[in-house]
């Protein structure tokens, strides 16, 4: 973005008050509302109301998520309530208003693009890796890991962990991902095939949106084994049953957010921007 | 592969002379044809004639490439002349027969198996590895190298290049690609920007099979620079103008079953065991 | 080991507890006393007192550290009193007795030993990565490192956060280490030429027992950077300035048996495995 | 080195050139002598002879290794037959002497510097990588490698191979080593219990100049392992026996200024550096 650019960003949480930060210093104009808790610095003018932060912006920037409810905007940071109709309202056409997780014919999700999705799978995996330092009495050096799926968040964890020293299986469905794991270096499995050869592994983490992890898998793990299950719901992991065998499982949502939101931030500016650029390009 | 299976190799390369080797070190019988100069164990017996070899076999195993002109099965290592026609008319409606780049429809070409394509990626960035250290008077270590493209073989040669201890660029079009180069640590440009920005670059290793690098993006490029083009025909360099110029440009094609064919003729056994594997499945 | 070997495990942390598991497990015959508060599976024998558990041991072992203060016996997991003066009385000359941080004629000091002290630097490089991750609103991807000393503890660290995806700076004195750091890929600096060149980095760790970060450098640091001492005493920071200057300081001290007590306990298990090779190899 | 100083480069190979002409670069005022037949660019002097060479330098270069024989100057480029007695009588006791592998009181020997070494170490480490690739029909990746020794080489080396997606096992004696080994995720044996246990490799490098591979030895590697020796004379392995076993052998000596001598002029020139540095500091 080489020209200035007038942002307005409403609601959300520390991701957001850092994002209105980070695109001041890149030198646009940026107005926020519903913020009121995050300390942001004066690089970035607080508006008195939602009209005022939105009259004039190019941009309206709504969090992710989006919306808290219904029609709510998601605004954590701030007592405001506001209705997402109520906004919209106030917004002219030439603006371009982008959301996280919000199908919406007025609104650019910009959740649902592929850059923002492997960015946050990097910060994903780092969280993940936080979590299983904190939950384990062992290193990640010499640990015997297993990683579900071999999607966004399992091809970067893996990379991670192996390079921790972690000794790594990887399990997927198809022969393609089977070549792929095998020449990062870790051991090929085949998901099919986990049922019964789970005992050696010190952690399994993982990343698949089905139930791969049922309960006569879980009956075969060890009883220090660490689960962390990262797939979104209904996740991977027979929860209920883990707990019933006393085993300790771990569901790690949302963690881009909540482990580093100030480089979350920094992806929803890298990705608004790509965004820009494709509007100008196509113009 | 379980229960031992009857194969019958024909034609090739030492590829083929090292597969049949291997299949039979897994406990399969193997009779091979048209091999006649590759100096092929006991293991593996000798067929008299192309009936003796294929009658009897479960699976046929023709090469990579299948054929070498029209109908002419590819036997760089015999003089025997063998027509496709004829050998398909011994064979019986239960035999399997596999090659490599050949669409037939009594033939299942394993060459366009993404678990093939992904190994051979990993070879030929291995390979184009090895050429590139015998054409530079400098080590990897330190080198400043532009990858151009990131399919299968710019993913896989990254990853090694910065292992080696190179300063590793990656271009693609893509914004989610970029996020990719990002995460596993090498610096994203954007293919359509290279123009004039090639100065610095030690080596520059090109995988995308359309003109990336013309003239004018050659003219800009030190003298000292090493060109490699690993893309399949017509390959995207301007390789009149590199000479013109008085570069130094390689165009590397087939490197796996060049300079690893013992690993290549593994990856094409593999290749058959999941066809047979699916095969059995879905009976 | 191939031999069954008697030992006695006496005081300590939950590393002790996990050592005398580790042990049994391996075939030998154990027995502890003033383990009380762990939760010790019964391969091992709990010894009513410790002439019980001391007699017809070959191998009494200490904790790390031995002593808590003066001459009683480390023993945070129970409420006995060990003077070390009565149980080096209950030895015989023929038991070989291990103790960690201890000179004493009578007891082989395994801390001192640089296996162990290898192994241990590798635990305190990823405690030190654990922590940071905790105390960071970014992640590791992409953040700019300082790792200020190129020892034992540098060494692994540095290597760590580069392949987590940093862009890693080591600092060091010694020409041949500005090698070896570049060599593995990180940005050499002079120790000495920190000063005024401090504002870039995201996360300062240093490894160095000497005054290598004084007010004067801490002036000169970034106020989100995080700092991170792992030196051990007298560290190698100056909190008190760093506290004044606004800024996140930590000084991380005994990292293994805290983030990996399991862990650490195999290492000194190896350690004392290898004490007992050389006793035998040089009988 | 902030300030323009006066170099006279006299004799050696490639590297030398490559020196003259990259101390040129930084600015400097370069004479060569006796390296006729290497095509230097005009930033450097051709001096008419010995002594214009000399006269007005500030620090006279001498090749690496210094000598060819007994006190002739190693001059591979030229037909000039210098003696060393007439050298050095040329030269004022003002002007610093360099040279490579020659002791005498009044030359500075700039291989014996430990930061050479390691440089040196990393480009030998990657010639020895590109001369493996072109001996084995197969890839590094999944190869089974072993590597003898853990000191600089050895260290390098493990480091390279394991990134390209080798199996690495490293040989050491020290314990301490082993803990390295096992801390940087090779898998770590004893040197005295190789003996019987080398069958598995596919490659073996040896960096420990002693014979550490005796025909027993090598009676017990695969018909198909490839063997290289890195270590300087007299070596590590028995060649007289590999060869009657008909083993495939390489001694790889003096790999950085035959595969880089880019990179390896350009070591020799930090080291002059870091010379003229100390010199400078100590005054």
Redesign the interface.
Known sequence: MNTSIRFAVVGGD?RQA?LAEMLAADGHSVSVFALDRADINSSVTQAANIHDAISGADCVVLPLPALSSADIINTPLSDVVLHLDDVLSLCSSEQLICGGRLEHPRICDYFV???????N???TA??A??LA??A???????SKILVIGFGRIGK?LS??LR???ADVTVSAR???D???I????YHPVRTDSLLGNLRSYDMIFNTVPAKVLAREHLEGVAPSCLLMDLASKPGGMDFSAASQLGLKAIWALSLPGE?????SGAFIRD?IY?ILQERESSL
């Open positions: 520390l850092k693009r592929e850059e923002l999705a492997v960015l799978a990097a910060a780092e969280g890796i936080q330092m904190e384990v009495p062992i290193t990640m050096l010499g970067i990379h991670r390079s921790l020293g198809k022969y393609a089977m070549s792929w095998q020449v990062y270096g482990v580093a939101p100030l480089t990705t790509n």
